[in-house]
């Protein structure tokens, strides 16, 4: 099977619902399913050690969360995160997928094994989230913050 031929979600309320309806789904920015099923191992930048599973990020509704937009659940997700393709070179986009959790990497992140990759997700989708983040009364900036 070719990784490219993976279904693509090309909406934001396309994913909001994939998460109502299922639990266990993470999002990956990678060069994709064919790249990183080979190992199916991350490795800390910092220190170069190997991790036990490709770090993602959980796209479960927290309880917290209470019966707050779905939609912007999942915005806040991919907004957080949306800065990777640029810092990580061409090639580099979202995808969802399942799989066991394995441990945490050292930015908190799940570690993921036995991998199912699910969907790519349309680069408009990214463009929606930033748009439903920028709706926000109190706007927020991606994870990914300069300073000093």
Known sequence: MSWDDLPVAHALTELAGLVERRQGL??????GPETDLGS?????????????????????????????????WVARRLYDYAHLPHEK???????????????????????????????WIDPGVI?????EVARQEAAWGPLRRTGR
Do not use: Q, Y
């Open 127 to 131: 463009e929606e989230a930033r748009a």
């Open 26 to 31: 993470f999002v990956r920015w990678s060069r």
């Open 40 to 72: 199916v191992s991350s490795t800390d930048e910092l220190t170069g050690v190997p991790m036990p599973g490709l770090s993602a990020n959980p796209l479960d509704v927290e309880d917290w969360w209470e019966d707050r937009s779905r939609t912007l």
């Open 89 to 119: 070179g061409p090639g580099v986009r979202p995808w969802i997928l399942t799989g066991r959790e394995t441990g945490r990497g050292p930015d908190n992140e799940p570690l993921v094994a036995d991998v199912r990759p699910l969907c």
